[in-house]
T-cell receptor, first 121, second 114 residues
Framework: GAVVSQHPSWVICKSGTSVKIECRSL??????MFWYRQFPKQSLMLMAT?????????EQGVEKDKFLINHASLTLSTLTVTSAHPEDSSFYIC?????????????????FGPGTRLTVL | DQQVKQNSPSLSVQEGRISILNCDYT??????FLWYKKYPAEGPTFLIS?????DKNEDGRFTVFLNKSAKHLSLHIVPSQPGDSAVYFC?????????????FGQGTTLQVKP
């Protein structure tokens, strides 16, 4: 159980276009999903917390108008990179919080999707 | 301010021996700790976790130890296998943050030699 999928696994786009990445929890409901970005040989950087039915919470330094997050259902969150530029090229990873496995609060485990490699030309 | 630190960027061990990966944290409000394994171009895979009310948790070849007074945790892999070669991240979260946000260390690259 606790499988998270991402689509697409990789995408190449032209500068100025927008790209949408989907994150789905396949066998559990996730009221909270997280979006991370990873640069080569670096740790995962949390971009934003996506809450079902409400606005996302962005980390400091992350442009919310640039990275649009929508969490329309308990199993789907989307990240749209708007007007993408080459510096947005990165590995984007989502995770979903499986509240079944803990007693709530911080004892919840996050399960990660396989990631999406975005290359902006 | 790096709240979770993995001071060893890499570790190399022989197949069959023990691998010990270390992690230090600074925030005493953290109460839940996790280890993830990551291959290149893939998402992290959950390995094992531990709550601050315990000092040890074991799952097969993986054991995590927590020393709260030292704010230190470690992951032991016994016996190590070549397929264990990957980047290992420790992560922490705190009861004060009911958002479930995880703070990750920088990762340690483990190489298990046949």
């Amino acid at each position: 159980g606790a499988v998270v999928s991402q689509h697409p696994s990789w995408v190449i786009c032209k500068s100025g276009t927008s790209v949408k990445i989907e994150c789905r929890s396949l066998d559990f409901q996730a009221t909270t999903m997280f979006w991370y970005r990873q640069f080569p040989k670096q740790s995962l950087m949390l971009m934003a917390t996506s809450n079902e039915g409400s606005k996302a919470t962005y980390e400091q330094g992350v442009e919310k108008d640039k990275f649009l997050i929508n969490h329309a259902s308990l199993t789907l969150s989307t990240l749209t990179v708007t007007s993408a530029h080459p510096e947005d090229s990165s590995f984007y990873i989502c995770s979903a919080r499986d509240r079944r496995r803990g007693g709530g609060g911080s004892a919840d485990t996050q399960y990660f999707g396989p990631g999406t490699r975005l290359t902006v030309l | 301010d790096q709240q979770v630190k993995q001071n060893s960027p890499s570790l190399s061990v022989q197949e069959g021996r023990i691998s010990i990966l270390n992690c230090d944290y600074t925030n005493s409000m953290f109460d839940y700790f996790l280890w993830y394994k990551k291959y290149p171009a893939e998402g992290p895979t959950f390995l094992i976790s531990i709550s601050s009310i315990k000092d040890k948790n074991e799952d097969g070849r993986f054991t995590v130890f927590l020393n709260k007074s030292a704010k230190h945790l470690s992951l032991h892999i016994v016996p190590s296998q070549p397929g264990d070669s990957a980047v290992y991240f420790c992560a922490a979260s705190g009861v004060s943050s009911n958002t479930g946000k995880l703070i990750f260390g920088q990762g340690t690259t483990l190489q298990v030699k046949p």
